[in-house]
């Protein structure tokens, strides 16, 4: 088992929708819980960073963290197609472990 | 403008070859890392060093060496490449292994036929 799940994708929605990435992890001793942005054939950008539990808003983005489930999520509100991207968990502990990734298509 | 610099940005050659991946990066960042980055596998960590000399194994290190004899610069070696060494390779910086604040470089791609 992977310590850190996430769904592969991708995910396709309309401009305008709501879009909720999530990712499960297994070991309790992660801090800090990030999401991250990749574009193609660019090197992946912190979106956002989290070290609680509950919400994070910054703009049309919302981080999410669960501790007791070990569950993390980010919202996009009025997703555009510029959110088109791979968007990938991470966790910190002796360096970043990284979700494989979910791949989002927001078509106009 | 703050940044970590990787070259080159694709790279073939053969099986055998020694070769060099460099990074800089301009932050004075103590921490600095590899990752390579395959299709279904995500990114996962090669090398990590926390300052200059100091430098240790990550989840999958075997066939490549580091050096940390500079705090700006953590060069990727690979001594004797095989194909199963082609994959998309990152490196990136921050002020510590704790940090979320991660810098990544533009990535190289490397291809070993």
């Known amino acids: 088992q992977k310590e850190v799940e996430q769904d592969p994708g991708p995910l396709s929605v309309p401009e305008g929708a709501i879009v909720s990435l999530n990712c499960t992890y297994s070991n309790s001793a992660f801090q800090y819980f990030m999401w991250y942005r990749q574009y193609s054939r660019k090197g992946p950008e912190l979106l956002m960073y989290?070290?609680?539990?509950g919400n994070k808003e910054d703009g049309r983005f919302t981080a999410q963290v669960d501790k007791s489930s070990k569950y993390i999520s980010l919202f996009i509100r009025d997703s555009q197609p510029s959110d088109s991207a791979t968007y990938l968990c991470?966790?910190?502990?002796?360096?970043?472990?990284f979700g494989t990734g979910t791949r989002l298509l927001v078509s106009p | 403008e703050a940044q970590v610099t990787q070259n080159p940005r694709y790279l073939i050659t053969v099986t055998g070859k020694k070769l060099t991946v460099t990074c800089s990066q301009n932050?004075?960042?103590?921490?600095m890392s590899w990752y390579r980055q395959d299709p279904g596998l995500g990114l996962r960590q090669i090398y990590y060093s926390m300052n200059v000399e100091v430098t240790d194994k990550g989840d999958v290190p075997e066939g490549y060496k580091v050096s940390r004899k500079e705090k700006r610069n953590f060069p990727l070696i690979l001594e004797s490449p095989s194909p199963n060494q082609t994959s998309l390779y990152f490196c990136?910086?921050?002020?510590?292994?704790?940090?979320?604040?991660?810098?990544f470089g533009s990535g190289t791609r490397l291809t070993v036929v």
């Open positions: 932050m004075n960042h103590e921490y």
């Open positions: 989290t070290y609680s539990s």
């Open positions: 990136a910086s921050s002020h510590g292994t704790g940090d979320y604040g991660y810098t």
């Open positions: 991470a966790m910190t502990l002796s360096g970043l472990v």
